[in-house]
Antibody, heavy 119, light 105 residues
Framework: QVTLKESGPGILQPSQTLSLTCTFS??????????VGWIRQPSGKGLEWLAN???????YYNPSLKNRLTISKDTSNNQAFLKITNVDTADTATYYC???????????WGQGTLVTVSS | DTVLTQSPALAVSPGERVTISCKAS??????MHWYQQKPGQQPKLLIY???NLASGVPARFSGSGSGTDFTLTIDPVEADDTATYFC????????FGGGTKLELK
């Protein structure tokens, strides 16, 4: 059974760095073809893909946010991470992690973690 | 970026057939996927690679299309299908459509 769970700070101030953790089970990020992606959704709005990391440590970022994002993984502890630097109120959203395969769809999603950026 | 365009909302009666469209700004081959999101829940994969039903998804759901024009069909629609439906392409990076909110009359 594949499960994913996101964790984050809940609230942070503008200009800070947002650190998110995705803890998963039921698959391994050392297995060929496996990946984890991060997606966010402002309240009442659509989905925005942020970044993917793959079993071979390849990383892909949304071009519009690339200079602010860093994705990484800890294979031995079944975790993936996302950092977003210099946050502002526009980064307020529910952040999801999801398992992704090479063909590109997000097969399993976590329940999401709400992050609010406020002074 | 490949932009995906969806109609914002649809309203149908239970038992009817509904088609939800997604148009890509450039060809994405068949690398189009569909998700259902109910209020307060995470998205759920329905269809992958344009026409393949994800595990556990009722056969009332189907997908079609290639290139730039794609369709998600629900037939017949049930009350539990009230949700927002998103398309997502994986041919050129990853982008999502804006979502179509399906309401039941």
């Amino acid at each position: 059974q594949v499960t994913l769970k996101e964790s984050g700070p809940g609230i942070l101030q503008p200009s800070q760095t947002l650190s998110l953790t995705c803890t998963f089970s039921g698959f391994s990020l050392s297995t060929y073809g496996m990946g984890v992606g991060w997606i966010r959704q402002p309240s009442g709005k659509g989905l925005e893909w942020l970044a993917n990391i793959w079993w071979d440590d390849d990383k892909y970022y949304n071009p519009s946010l690339k200079n602010r994002l860093t994705i990484s993984k800890d294979t031995s502890n079944n975790q993936a991470f996302l950092k977003i630097t210099n946050v502002d109120t526009a980064d307020t959203a529910t952040y999801y992690c999801a398992r992704i395969g090479v063909p590109g769809w997000f097969a399993y999603w976590g329940q999401g973690t709400l992050v609010t950026v406020s002074s | 970026d490949t932009v995906l365009t969806q109609s914002p909302a649809l309203a149908v009666s239970p038992g009817e057939r509904v088609t939800i469209s997604c148009k890509a700004s450039e060809s994405v081959s068949t690398r189009m996927h569909w998700y259902q999101q109910k209020p307060g829940q995470q998205p759920k994969l329905l269809i992958y690679k344009a026409s393949n039903l994800a595990s556990g998804v009722p056969a009332r759901f189907s997908g079609s299309g290639s290139g730039t024009d794609f369709t998600l069909t629900i037939d017949p629609v049930e009350a539990d299908d009230t949700a927002t439906y998103f398309c997502q392409q994986s041919w050129n990076g990853r982008t999502f459509g804006g979502g179509t909110k399906l309401e039941l009359k």
